[in-house]
Structure formats: structure tokens, C-alpha cells
């Protein structure tokens, strides 16, 4: 039978014992969080496949004496990739330095050879396997494609501001007093969430309650407004020192049960799923920072 909001009771005085999976499910809980690893993990695997491809891999290069050297298109091939929907193509040069024969790859945006045109190569003195054609790009992509940063960069943003309240909202399980606010506004914001296509709008709620002989204010933004808005007077989590360093316990992200002997209930195995993009995301990372993909050959 599921406990009536309104009769929970945290019983349990602070300082609360809270277990590493209680903490990590609150940590990574809450729709910005995910939302953030889903821009996270997805603009990352862009990022590691798209930009080692590109011309940005040679930006930070140093030292390179290039020289000039008559050469040969050798083969000329579409490639998978395309830029503004025209094919990508690459071109197989070979050429000549000091009788030694050297071969290497040059990209284009549409057919510039077609395989047998004599061209000029420029080399590396210092290492004539790294060459190119004149004119010719020595990686598939330009540098444009850095744009695909901004998708990790806004997932970690998302993820930053949804860490450090989730943080809080841990501190405050493990040292929060027990008390009951009174909502005394509702403002809708600019913002909105969609969720099976269904967009619902973001509110930000204020909550006084009683700490110390004084009244108090809790605030939140929420787009669940039925968690917030069950019960007559909604359960706060405060600091005794700080009443103002406070928590609305249901706008939370993720928050364990109450329950009916007033404990803080562990999480059941089923809430790992909010563990699973954090993983995916930081290990993927991790992954490719170790050992990178070579697409280009």
C-alpha cells in the first residue's frame, strides 16, 4: 500500500548515515542531469570521431619544414564523408625525395583530379611521409567541424549545474532538520520541458516554514508541479546553523523514500538506470582519450 504523502514523517535525526548508492543515484537523479549525459555522450562520440578527421589535428603541430617537390596523382576515390552534400574525395599522390619514392594522402570537396595529373607535393623536410597535395587538405573535414563541441559543452553544462544541487540536496539527507513549508507562490518561467513529445512548463515555487523563531523561504524550479503541489504543506530539509541553506525535498532529483517508521529508504536496484548514461559517458571518455580512433589511416 503506498504511504499518503501528506503522513511522511523523517523520524530519522541527523547526523543520517547515507550509503554510496543512495548518494550516487541523488548525485546523477533528476531530468537536467540526464538530459545533460544524453548531450554529453552524444556530442562526445562526434567530438572523438569527427574532429581527429579534421584539420584541427594539425594545428598544434611544430617544427615543420615544408618543402616543395613535383609529384603524381596516383588514384582518386570518393570517400564516405561529404561537406554541404558534396562527396569528400581522396587522392593517392606519390613523389620523389633524394631517390627514395614516398607516398601519401590529400583531401578535397568535390573531383579535383581524376588520377594520373602531375602536381606539386609539399613535404615535410623533416619527414616526407607527411605530405600533402598543394592546394589539397591534408585531413577529410576542415576545422568547421569543431561546431560539434558545443554539444558535450552544453551537456556538461547542464550536468555542472545539476551536480552542484544535487550536492547540496546529499549534504542536506545527511544533515537536513525535518520540517513542513507552505507554498506562498507559483511563477511560470521560460522554460519548458517535453517528454514523450508532451512539453511540460517549468515553475518556480516558494515555500515558508519555521526554523529558530523565524520564517524562512525555500525555493524551487520544477517541471513535475504535481510533486510539489500534493500535500498541503510540502517537506523542507534545512541546515539547523543555516535555515537558508535548504532543500524542497520532492523538487529534489531523485530523492529516496520516507518511510512509514520515518527512515530514509535505500534506492531499489531498479534506480541504477540513472547511473548508466553517467558511466557511459565518462567511460566512453575515457576510452578514446587512451586510445583514439585512426580513421584516417
Known sequence: MNQNPSARQLRDLPPRNINLFTKATVLFGGFMQQFGWIFFCMGSLFSWIFIPMSTVRYWFEFGKEWQQVPGKIISAEPTNSSVNEQPVYQYLQSFEVNGQRYTGKSFSVGPEYQGGEEVTIEYDANNPSDS????????????FVLFVLIFPIVGGVFIFIAIRQNLK???LLEIGEFTRGTMCSKEATNSTVTINNQRYPVFKYSFEFQAGGRTHSAICKTHQAWLVE???REIILYDK?????NVVFDAAGNMPE???AGLLATPGIGKVVYLILP????????FFLFFPLNLMG
Open 132 to 143: 600533402h597535395v598543394e592546394g589539397a587538405r591534408r585531413a577529410v573535414f576542415p576545422a
Open 279 to 286: 558511466m557511459v559517458g565518462i567511460g566512453m571518455n575515457l
Open 241 to 245: 546553523y543555516n535555515p537558508d541553506y
Open 230 to 232: 500534493d500535500e498541503e
Open 258 to 260: 520516507i518511510t512509514e
Open 169 to 171: 540536496a546529499i549534504k
